[in-house]
């Protein structure tokens, strides 16, 4: 049966975007799943280019990445914390800063025991992770690791590493790295108690694909990559135990037939893990997969216009009744009810407008 309109989620999102130091790109907002409406209620501007949020796992930081060549005079962009109002979802201001030790970090993630955030730096070419204190500060010394292999295909857009995204291997000491600079999906094991990161496998995607986001099945041995360059979604087996990857399959998160310009980037899956959403920057829409619950395979379910262009990201609120896309060219954020029965989406329109939105975290439920 359908969840009755009150019992829908109602919470924060957090939403990060692009701009200038003194322009605003941090919002709060209140979403309201009775109506389906996305309210701010809060705006910071000391974070340039926020191109990338993550929460602390007990709640009470948010992390954003300021996605620069430079910070301060110094090489790499930034990391910055903002401490979280425990009762209103509200942000009590910046607490901490971090140097991200590369250029453009575009990526931020966090161990699940919140002692290590972990940051991409896409055109730095390399990962780093960062110590964080018992109150989840930026502190300590951390380690930084280069991505190397073989560069894809792809001139123009494969001229070197380029670290897209940083994933933790669920229930393991393992972090995944996609780089989109040499199709492959690097492995380093983390120390979360000395705070360091090391090389240890490597899983090889298929030439010209160019990795960019993944993310882990929660019953499956599997994970699923979003590649930006060729537009496919890559099925890869996982063994958390030996922290290996391989992959397995791919499909198009194309229609059929579609042949003009067109970058992947975002991909979820409902928190009953039975779908899987994409969306597609160029062809500008979400894609609906069914995931086999035995196999993990993908059947496309739908395509859907994102309500705008070049959605960059979007969320599934944590009961998966709502996701709302970020579309940072036409700067909007739309939003679509999720059908829990056959994971399709029906379009509510623009719910906020917003300059250039690249990034939603759905936070606390009021």
């Not at 453009?104 to 390399?126: E, M, Q, R």
């Not at 939105?357 to 009021?366: A, E, H, K, W």
Request: glycine share 12%; hydrophobic share 40%.
């Amino acid at each position: 049966m359908s969840k009755l309109q009150n019992e829908l989620y109602s919470g924060i999102a957090y939403i990060g975007s692009y701009g200038g130091a003194a322009e605003t790109t941090v919002r709060v907002c209140r979403f309201n799943g009775a109506e389906g409406s996305l309210q701010v209620t809060e705006a910071i501007a000391n974070a340039e280019n926020a191109s990338y949020l993550a929460l602390h796992p007990q709640g009470g930081k948010l992390y954003a990445v300021s996605e620069t060549e430079s910070t301060d005079g110094a090489v790499g962009g930034a990391v910055i914390a903002y401490g979280i109002d425990p009762v209103t979802g509200g942000l009590l201001g910046q607490t901490s800063k971090a140097l991200s030790h590369g250029a453009h970090p575009c990526y931020i993630s966090l161990d699940a025991t919140g002692k290590s955030v972990f940051v991409a730096n896409y055109t730095g070419g390399n990962v780093a992770l960062l110590p964080l204190n018992a109150e989840g500060e930026l502190a300590g010394t951390a380690s930084v690791a280069d991505d190397e292999g073989e560069l894809g295909p792809n001139a123009a857009r494969q001229d070197a590493p380029h670290a897209h995204s940083i994933v933790p291997i669920p229930g393991t000491a393992y972090v995944c790295v996609a780089d989109l600079g040499i199709d492959e999906i690097l492995v380093y094991r983390y120390d979360g108690k000395n705070g360091t990161l090391t090389k240890h496998s490597s899983c090889a995607v298929h030439r010209g694909a160019g990795p960019r986001h993944l993310v882990f099945h929660a019953e499956l041995p599997l994970a699923y990559v979003m590649n930006e360059l060729d537009s496919t979604i890559a099925t890869l087996q996982v063994n958390a135990e030996k922290g290996t990857l391989k992959e397995i399959r791919s499909v198009s998160a194309l229609p059929e037939g579609f042949g003009a310009y067109n970058d992947a980037a975002d991909i979820h899956l409902a928190p009953s893990g039975r779908f899987l959403y994409s969306s597609n920057r160029g062809h500008d829409s979400i894609a609906v997969f069914a995931v086999d619950q035995s196999s993990g395979e993908l059947t496309l379910v739908q395509h859907i216009g994102s309500g705008g262009q070049s959605p960059r990201n979007f969320a599934l609120s944590p009961d998966g009744s709502y996701l709302l896309a970020a579309n940072q060219k036409s700067g909007n954020i739309a939003a679509f009810r999720v059908n829990e029965e056959s994971g399709e989406l029906t379009a509510l329109g623009t719910v906020l407008d917003v300059p250039s939105p690249v990034c939603i975290r759905f936070g606390m439920s009021l």
